[in-house]
Antibody, heavy 123, light 106 residues
Framework: EVQVVESGGGLVQPGGSLRLSCVAS????????MHWVRQAPGKGLVWVSR????????AYADSVKGRFTISRDNAKKTLFLQMNSLAAEDTALYYC????????????????WGQGTTVTVSS | SYELTQSSSVSVSPGQTASITCSGD??????VYWYQQRPAQPPVLVIY???KRPSGIPERFSGSISGNTATLTISGTQALDEADYYC?????????FGGGTKLTVL
């Protein structure tokens, strides 16, 4: 079964750090771009970051640039999101999603999503 | 920063056609994607690259684009189609989602 499973969420104080993980299974992880998308409680989807299949190309939403770092370990089929300087507005459910990869060299639709991991930033 | 605009809600009777629109500057120059999100569930890709339907998505879901407005059309709407729908596009390799449209089937 093709799936991704996120972990690493939790309660963190403002200014703190957290590292999210996303383990992939059922597909050739190393050949797919990957994304992080978040959703604050009761709000809409917000794209956070993406990484190319080999990890050499990354991009971030302006709201997280300079604070979040996306990375991947293809040998372990794992995607990461290092989150630093967290603020209350980062509180959200964080989804890991696979890029379907039909647009060579460019991001495409997100066709496999996990259930998400919850990040709460509060004192 | 780039923005996509969706109406906040759409209502439709069972069996009728629902249309959900998404507008943005120069949207016709970008691919548009549509996601369905049922309560407490992750999103599901229902349309990609403006008009294409992923395998497993019912034929009643279709996408179109005209000028700077993209439309998701659900023909013969069913109760199980009640959900939030988000359009999404790429602007300089960064992702942008619309604010979402709540589809009510009543």
């Amino acid at each position: 079964e093709v799936q991704v499973v996120e972990s690493g969420g939790g309660l963190v104080q403002p200014g703190g750090s957290l590292r999210l993980s996303c383990v992939a299974s059922g597909f050739s992880f190393s050949t797919y771009w990957m994304h992080w998308v978040r959703q604050a409680p009761g709000k809409g989807l917000v794209w956070v970051s993406r990484i190319s299949s080999d990890g050499t190309s990354v991009a971030y939403a302006d709201s997280v640039k300079g604070r979040f770092t996306i990375s991947r370990d293809n040998a372990k089929k794992t995607l990461f999101l290092q989150m630093n300087s967290l603020a209350a507005e980062d509180t959200a459910l964080y989804y890991c999603a696979r890029d379907q990869g039909y647009s060579y060299g460019s991001p495409d639709g997100m066709d496999v999503w996990g259930q998400g991991t919850t990040v709460t930033v509060s004192s | 920063s780039y923005e996509l605009t969706q109406s906040s809600s759409v209502s439709v009777s069972p069996g009728q056609t629902a249309s959900i629109t998404c507008s943005g500057d120069e949207l016709g120059d970008k691919y548009v994607y549509w996601y369905q999100q049922r309560p407490a569930q992750p999103p599901v890709l229902v349309i990609y690259q403006d008009t294409k339907r992923p395998s497993g998505i019912p034929e009643r879901f279709s996408g179109s684009i005209s000028g700077n407005t993209a439309t998701l059309t659900i023909s013969g709407t069913q109760a199980l189609d009640e959900a939030d729908y988000y359009c999404q596009a790429w602007d300089s390799s960064t992702g942008v989602f619309g604010g979402g449209t709540k589809l009510t089937v009543l």
